[in-house]
């Protein structure tokens, strides 16, 4: 069971380029989330989605953009990287019971 | 709006201790409470996931347990080991895309 699957693990960006971090899901979860953790920050949530087709913006979406086409994907795109997106990305998804799987993260350098 | 705060911020302990970490929330009209380890520059694991109308769940070696109408949850650790070493964090969730962090309590098992 993979559970929560993100990739890459590590990129590094120069400013103004664009990138899609992907994450899949194979537990048929509907709820599933994008949260970025600062160094020695919590984790804030960038969006979030309830199902295919559906998405909404969580606290801090500025600069980035997801899509959820099938109940597996929710790809998160950042399209002008900005050194302020400097951070590490979690994706997670909601179980039918209410707990979170969290895959492993994405560290994001933007220079 | 929900705010969880957890006691202490870091702790060294011997190997072989018994401990305990706490954990403390605003609104006590929470849906679940879940505990989670992250190791350095890595993910999120849950450890144990404590739903409304539960008052405690047990895996292993963790003990956690919750008492919503005082807002207080504790994680017990019997017997630590070095590799309980991780920064441990509470998470309550209110509903569907409602998670709230706690601000993590650092452990350090000393072999």
């Known amino acids: 069971n993979a559970g929560v699957t993100q990739t890459p693990k590590f990129r590094i960006l120069k400013i103004g380029q664009s990138m899609t971090l992907q994450c899949a899901q194979d537990?048929?979860?509907?709820?599933m989330y994008w949260y970025r953790q600062d160094p020695g920050m919590g984790l804030k949530l960038i969006y979030y989605s309830v199902g295919a087709g559906i998405t909404d913006k969580g606290e801090v979406p500025n600069g980035y953009n997801v899509s959820r086409s099938t109940t597996e994907d929710f790809p998160l795109r950042l399209e002008l990287a900005a050194p302020s997106q400097t951070s590490v990305y979690f994706c997670?998804?909601?179980?039918?019971?209410?707990?979170?799987?969290f895959g492993s993260g994405t560290r994001l350098t933007v220079v | 709006k929900q705010e969880v705060t957890q006691i202490p911020a870091a702790l060294s302990v011997p190997e072989g201790e018994n401990l305990v970490l706490n954990c403390s929330f605003t609104d006590s009209a929470i849906y679940n409470l879940q505990w989670f380890r992250q190791d350095p520059g890595k993910g999120l694991t849950s450890l144990l996931l404590?739903?409304?109308?539960?008052r405690e769940q047990t895996s292993g070696r963790l003990n956690a347990s919750l008492d919503k109408s005082s807002g207080r949850s504790t994680l017990y650790i019997a017997a630590s080991q070095p590799g309980d070493s991780a920064t441990y964090l509470c998470a309550v969730i209110t509903g569907a895309n409602n998670l709230f962090f706690g601000t993590g309590t650092r452990l350090t098992v000393i072999p």
């Open positions: 537990m048929n979860h509907n709820y």
């Open positions: 404590i739903q409304s109308s539960q």
């Open positions: 997670a998804s909601q179980g039918d019971l209410g707990d979170y799987t």
